[in-house]
């Protein structure tokens, strides 16, 4: 069976994302058990692949309520600016929201001027609720030492806390959204043939490579 060609398909092919926004999605991913969210991601303005990943983690059971009708009002007005200022540069490609664990630690990192290692150790504990009566008087005595004006360390924590619940890995949330892309990239762009029991298998097998 000949490989996918993903490496040569650009990720702005208009015709794919009109495709996608219109509400043709793959049907294997989450976009499709969650329909209802159509006439949200439909209505984001010049729609790119970073969407597609973003609209994939917050359609989600737990966060879909709160957040998706945030990020597109967020990001139709070009919204960047997080709760606080001195993360912002951390969010600018999900609209000021924290969608990705990668964010979180960089997050906490900025905050607490913790290594990478520490920062994971902290992410992956809060996510789980495991030690918090260890970590957080560590987290608010490394915190103190910054400057936040309108964030308490306490607040701090507290936020990062409930970050940390839904917080999704942004590999994974690529890789799915490439499966979605490069499927709906055959569909928009080939409709004279029928590839559809190639392309589920061809495609996942080469984003998984």
Do not use: W
């Amino acid at each position: 069976m000949l490989p996918f060609p993903h490496n040569s398909i650009k990720l702005n092919d208009s015709k794919t994302l009109k495709y996608i926004q219109t509400g043709n999605i793959p049907f294997f991913l989450n976009f499709s058990q969650r329909m209802d969210v159509n006439k949200y991601y439909s209505s984001i303005k010049n729609f790119t692949f970073q969407d597609i990943a973003n609209l994939n983690v917050i359609c989600r059971p737990g966060i879909f309520e709160t957040s998706f009708e945030n990020y597109i009002n967020r990001r139709n007005f070009r919204k960047t600016e997080s709760v606080i200022s001195e993360i912002t540069e951390f969010t600018k490609n999900s609209a000021g929201i924290v969608l990705y664990r990668q964010q979180l630690e960089q997050i906490i990192q900025a905050i607490t001027k913790c290594s990478d290692e520490e920062a994971i150790y902290f992410r992956k504990k809060m996510g789980t609720r495991n030690k918090l009566a260890e970590l957080k008087p560590d987290f608010i005595k490394r915190t103190r030492e910054i400057e936040y004006t309108n964030k308490t360390p306490e607040e701090l924590f507290e936020m990062i806390l409930e970050y940390s619940v839904y917080a999704f890995d942004y590999n994974y949330a690529y890789a799915k959204s490439l499966q979605i892309y490069f499927h709906a990239y055959i569909r928009a762009n080939f409709t004279d043939y029928n590839f559809e029991s190639y392309t589920l298998k061809v495609i996942s097998m080469s984003v998984i490579s």
